[in-house]
Nanobody
Framework: QVQLVESGGGFVPGGGSLRLACAAS????????MGWFRQAPGKERDFVAA????????TYADSVKGRFTISRDNAKSTVYLQMNDLKPEDTAVYYC???????????????????WGQGTQVTVSS
């Protein structure tokens, strides 16, 4: 069955870095667009970053541009999120998601995605 398993979350001081990974299985990863979303307590799940199936086009939320980098390794069926210069407002549960869509850019809306992982907690102290 389809599985997306996130890892790499944790507790980090402000200004620190973390690298999240999302290992996919049960579907043909190399033809799926991938995204990262996050959800803070009491808030909606928001878009963070997305990468198309080729790994050639990346999109970021304004709040993370210049600090976060999304990448993928199709040979390992894994998508990554490198997070630098972390801020307390980045504290959230981070989810990866997958969708097979014909567009050249991966979608940025939550409802566009077919598959979701269970999430990994990221906590940034002030």
């Amino acid at each position: 069955q389809v599985q997306l398993v996130e890892s790499g979350g944790g507790f980090v001081p402000g200004g620190g870095s973390l690298r999240l990974a999302c290992a996919a299985s049960g579907f043909r990863f190399s033809i799926y667009n991938m995204g990262w979303f996050r959800q803070a307590p009491g808030k909606e799940r928001d878009f963070v970053a997305a990468i198309n199936w080729l790994g050639a086009r990346m999109t970021y939320a304004d709040s993370v541009k210049g600090r976060f980098t999304i990448s993928r390794d199709n040979a390992k069926s894994t998508v990554y999120l490198q997070m630098n210069d972390l801020k307390p407002e980045d504290t959230a549960v981070y989810y990866c998601a997958a969708v097979r869509s014909p567009t050249s850019a991966a979608p940025t809306t939550r409802g566009s995605y077919e598959y979701w992982g269970q999430g990994t907690q990221v906590t940034v102290s002030s």
